[in-house]
């Protein structure tokens, strides 16, 4: 098993919610930033949600208000809390991390899926 493994898609109805869970391992993971990108079929990665060691947060604007990115350091995981799905929001879902500050030591999961549909 890799550093970095997501989980916590699956196929939801528009308005649904899903929390995604991002399970590190073998890393200080307190000393790690955590994102979350996205990629629809046809579409380029895009980055969702990012959370710093000192838990600054940042979104994109299309899920600013519906997703929530938060980090559990004793737990050595990060989440994407997401609200409101639309099917839109369809798309394989990626957590990244990297070392704060430098940003050496870049890791990447295996991504899960999440789909949005009636």
């Known amino acids: 098993q890799g550093p970095v493994v997501e989980s916590g898609g699956g196929l939801v109805q528009p308005g649904g919610s899903l929390r995604l869970s991002c399970v590190t391992s073998?890393?200080?993971?307190?000393?790690?930033?955590i994102a979350w990108y996205r990629q629809a079929p046809g579409d380029q990665r895009e980055l969702v949600a990012a959370?710093?060691?000192?838990?600054?947060?940042e979104y994109e604007a299309s899920v600013k208000g519906r997703f929530t990115i938060s980090r559990d350091n004793a737990k050595k995981t990060g989440y994407l809390q997401m609200n409101s799905l639309t099917p839109e929001d369809t798309a394989v879902y990626y957590c990244?991390?990297?070392?704060?500050?430098?940003?050496?030591?870049?890791?990447w999961g295996q991504g899960t899926q999440v789909t949005v549909s009636s």
């Open positions: 959370i710093t060691v000192d838990s600054n947060t």
């Open positions: 990244r991390t990297n070392l704060g500050r430098s940003g050496k030591y870049i890791y």
């Open positions: 073998g890393i200080s993971f307190s000393l790690y930033d």
